[in-house]
């Protein structure tokens, strides 16, 4: 398989580089500026991307490559902090720009490979501070904006091109562009990053390695392990054994779904653990966000583990890891590998004969592709984020089976509602939200004291920071109508007005 290396210098974009280069049906992996060159060399890469960073070059502390790898003879394109690197490098030389240049710029470029099929000026992202000053021997200036006269340079006899705006961001008009040609032009890829071949490959990958043993995995009815548990059951059908354990903290009708969809659609055992009742006394009068949080997790895996450990014959164990779980830093810390959130910690007692992870090289957004392909259903494989501790961090103060109930027919709601009007395509998270406290209402001749429920609705990119989302009224109104019409206990709906920050999206 064709692979780019896209080297890390720290950059904030580094991981929309590869997920750009291989949106074009190329291979991407990333690795820190700390990776030794011979680890490099022994990989046979079809071209290498220098990624931003925040540092500046002339600054001895900053992070900088040796010499040696402009010389491999493997075409180089370095993005910002990488192209003035390429530049100081080659005895160029790079300063502070008299004026940085920050957002939408007017780039105006020359006749080049890597700007086959773009207009003479376009409109290109900056975010800079220095500049190239003196472009070095052997390179030509092929691009320039008012405030940067090298925007762009090439070294076409060494393949080596450097760009001083973030074709990876989608402000840049036709930085899609300029990485295809750099791509299939410069790098002379053909393009064999496809996801139909990523599910083959891997099937026999998995027949090879598990052999006539088996594989258990835990199922938790998120993208990630159902995806895992669909390849895997594809390979090697009935002796993978999911193990999905159903806390009752999740929306109405969810763990019947995850059941019916993997037992009816994929060859597989499926191991369902109902232990509502088990949290439910766990969680017994405990009102501490915290503590909460610590009491699903802990139970969560003694229940599992304990399933685990009825598995007589246990063979692989398999994870539903991905791309960005492992992706190491690139900001000095590379020695620190990022902590996997996926995976989890194994009971001394327990042996397996290896972890498995097929998605393990694949980000998100792919992740969710080989879903589709596999044949999940797309209320599993577009499913929103859902807090590991589910619906426990939605009920604000004590969880009683009753809450949760309440909850999940109003959530229910919400959500169908939203389905209906198809704005949920809108929104990166909606859901509804218990606070557990009681208002004053009338129904007929009655005076009411039931439960106030909240709808929480975001839009955002990256869960960092988050906008709530501004529903139209006419469908907020029918959501209000049906949950205090059908939801017996709940007489009032309220709407969450706070962006993040100063609120999170989740409630505890
Ligand atoms: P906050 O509430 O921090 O949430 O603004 C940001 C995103 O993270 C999700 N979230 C979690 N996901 N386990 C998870 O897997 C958790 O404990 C957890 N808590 C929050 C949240 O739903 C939102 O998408």
Redesign the pocket.
């Known amino acids: 398989m064709e692979k780019i290396l896209v080297l890390d210098f720290g950059g904030q974009y580094n991981q929309l580089i590869a997920r750009r280069v291989r949106d074009n049906n190329v291979y991407a992996e990333i690795l820190p500026y700390t990776t030794p060159i011979e680890k490099i060399k022994a990989n046979d890469y079809k071209g290498i991307i220098f990624t931003g960073g925040p540092n500046s070059v002339y600054d001895e502390s900053s992070p900088h490559y040796t010499k040696e790898i402009l010389n491999l003879g493997i075409p180089v394109l370095g993005i910002c902090y990488g192209c003035q690197l390429i530049a100081w490098m080659r005895g160029g030389r790079v300063s502070t720009a008299p004026v940085s240049e920050y957002g939408k710029i007017e780039v105006t470029i020359k006749d080049s490979l890597l700007f086959k099929g773009i207009p003479e000026k376009s409109t290109v992202w900056m975010s800079h501070t220095d500049y190239i000053s003196e472009a070095p021997t052997g390179f030509e200036i092929i691009g320039t904006t008012n405030d940067c006269p090298c925007a762009v340079m090439e070294n076409t006899a060494e393949n080596i091109y450097a760009v001083q705006f973030h074709p990876e961001v989608t402000h840049s008009e036709y930085g899609n562009k300029m990485l295809h040609n750099f791509l299939y032009l410069v790098c002379k890829c053909s393009g064999d990053w496809v996801m139909d071949n990523f599910i083959d490959k891997t099937v026999e990958e998995l027949r090879s390695k598990i052999g006539d043993k088996k594989v258990i995995l835990g199922l938790s009815g998120g993208v990630d392990s159902s995806v895992a548990a669909g390849l895997l059951s594809r390979a090697v059908g009935k002796q993978l054994t999911c193990v999905f354990v159903d806390q009752g903290l999740m929306r109405k009708d969810e763990g019947d779904f995850v059941e019916k969809t993997f037992t009816s659609l994929f060859d597989m055992n499926f191991v369902r653990v109902n232990c509502q009742e088990h949290f439910l006394n766990e969680l017994q009068g405990v009102t501490d966000p915290e503590e909460k949080?610590k009491i699903i997790g802990t139970e969560f895996y003694k229940v599992f583990w304990e399933e685990i450990r009825k598995q007589s014959d246990k063979g692989f164990f398999a994870q539903g890891t991905i791309y960005p779980d492992c992706i190491e830093s690139g900001k000095g810390d590379a020695d620190k590998i990022k902590t996997h959130h996926n995976k989890v910690e194994m009971p001394e007692d327990i042996e397996f004969l290896d972890v498995i992870e097929p998605l393990a090289s694949l980000f998100k957004d792919e992740v969710r592709r080989v879903g589709e392909k596999l044949g999940i259903p797309k209320e599993l494989v577009w499913r929103q984020?859902?807090?590991?501790?589910g619906l426990g961090?939605r009920i604000i103060g004590e969880i009683t089976a009753e809450k949760v109930a309440l909850l999940q027919q109003a959530d229910a709601i919400f959500r169908e509602e939203m389905a209906k009007t198809g704005y949920e395509s809108e929104l990166a998270?909606f859901f509804a939200v218990l606070p557990g406290v009681k208002s004053v209402g009338v129904m007929g001749d009655h005076r009411t004291y039931e439960h106030l429920v909240i709808l929480r609705a975001v839009t955002t990119d990256d869960?960092m920071t988050?906008d709530w989302a501004k529903i139209p009224y006419d469908l907020l109104a029918r959501v209000s109508n049906r949950i205090t019409n059908e939801v017996k206990g709940i007489n009032r709906v309220v709407y969450d007005i706070t962006s993040?920050p100063p609120a999170?999206?989740?409630y505890e």
């Open positions: 949080r984020p859902f807090p590991g501790p961090v998270q869960f988050a993040k999170t999206v989740e």
